[in-house]
């Protein structure tokens, strides 16, 4: 029975760090997409990329639990326990990637190496944060709590 409930508790984390990965990607590629065509810093594009990430995160949960009759501002405080962590994780992880590669942020959105160094920072990042909210669910806390809006 304890086996069962643990990969029970391993497809639940890898299912909420697919939904997280899907908001993070949406905004880390539109903060990146930004920061190339305008020219920007790379700490510019990082911290856009990361604003992004977290609204797009953030709103992806949101959106289920409005439909479930929850008003806003409970629904953003669902959100807010349920994807900060796991989110966190995922941008630190992607982040320290993409700049650990040589070349990577300066590569530009033509170049095979962006695009590489970006989709290696989510899978790595995805690896990482998955016990992260294994571990969260496992204590009732992080996608545990939006559970009960999901129909």
């Known amino acids: ?11 639940q984390a890898s299912a909420a760090t697919l939904h997280c990965l899907t908001g993070c990607a949406i905004g880390e590629v539109l903060g990146m997409v930004l920061g190339t065509a305008f020219g920007w810093h790379n700490l510019t594009t990082v911290v856009v ?33 349920a994807d900060t962590v796991s989110i966190l994780s995922m941008e630190i992880i992607d982040n320290t990637v993409m700049l650990t590669i040589p070349g ?11 695009w590489v160094s970006l989709a290696l920072s ?8 998955v016990p992260v909210n294994k571990w969260l669910i496992g204590r009732g806390k992080g996608h545990a709590v939006v559970h009960q809006y999901h129909h």
């Not at 977290?54 to 409970?74: E, K, Q, V």
């Not at 990577?104 to 962006?114: I, K, S, T, V």
């Not at 989510?122 to 944060?129: Q, R, S």
């Open 104 to 114: 990577a942020m300066d590569a530009g959105l033509a170049n095979w190496l962006f």
């Open 122 to 129: 989510f899978v790595i990042a995805f690896a990482v944060t």
């Open 1 to 11: 029975m304890e086996h069962a409930h643990q990969q029970g508790l391993w497809s």
């Open 49 to 81: 990329s990361i604003a992004l990430a977290f609204a797009f995160g953030y709103a992806l949960t949101i959106r289920p639990i409005l439909r479930a009759g929850l008003a806003l501002r409970a629904a953003i405080g669902v959100a807010l326990a």
